[in-house]
């Protein structure tokens, strides 16, 4: 099994910035692939951005160009640095990790969520 911790939710302005946070611990050597989803209020889960081992990163169209993901494996935690932030961008995001295989992901572990709210 594997654990997920989100932190860096919160609320913020239009055009602001946050720094989402996600450390994982457990059996973390399962997993080659993280990358976070989010869920805005009546709306479907959606992918918001991906990392895995040897691939380039890959990201949602809405939030290209602001959102970037990375990873410090020594530190077994994935960031996800909004800029630019909209209040469409308004959503529980959530921390997912897995197993990348060929040009495939599969996230099965999923961390509890942070609000994200973005005021106009």
């Known amino acids: 099994q594997v654990q997920l911790v989100e932190s860096g939710g919160g609320l913020v302005q239009a055009g602001g910035s946050l720094r989402l946070s996600c450390a994982a611990s457990?059996?973390?050597?399962?997993?080659?692939?993280m990358g976070w989803y989010r869920q805005a209020p009546g709306k479907q889960r959606e992918l918001v951005a991906q990392?895995?081992?040897?691939?380039?990163?890959l990201y949602a169209e809405p939030v290209k160009g602001r959102f970037t993901i990375s990873r410090d494996n020594a530190k077994n935690t994935v960031f996800l640095q909004m800029n630019s932030l909209r209040p469409e961008d308004t959503a529980v995001y959530y921390c997912?990790?897995?197993?990348?295989?060929?040009?495939?992901?599969?996230?099965?572990?999923w961390g509890p969520g942070t609000q994200v709210t973005v005021s106009s």
């Open positions: 457990g059996n973390i050597f399962s997993i080659n692939a």
């Open positions: 990392i895995g081992s040897g691939d380039s990163p």
């Open positions: 997912v990790a897995g197993r990348k295989t060929g040009g495939n992901y599969a996230f099965n572990y």
